[in-house]
């Protein structure tokens, strides 16, 4: 996965998990709807970004990163 890849996802669903906490705050979405939008986007938008972090300019194999 290439650093500008990465970047993009992490960017995508932080704005997705903005958007979802701006509506409930706002009384447009019931909890249910903002908790089923956070809960699959929530843990991606960490990992786009932990990759994005991790992976180098060249575009090559991001390093082992553990369990």
Do not use: E, H, N
């Amino acid at each position: 996965m290439k650093k500008t890849t990465a970047a993009r996802i992490f960017w995508v669903c932080a704005v997705i998990c903005t958007i979802a906490s701006g509506l409930y705050f706002m009384g447009m979405i019931p909890l249910a709807v903002c908790a089923a939008v956070l809960v699959p986007s929530f843990p991606v938008t960490v990992l786009a970004l932990f990759f994005w972090w991790m992976a180098g300019q060249s575009g090559g194999d991001i390093p082992f990163i553990g369990y």
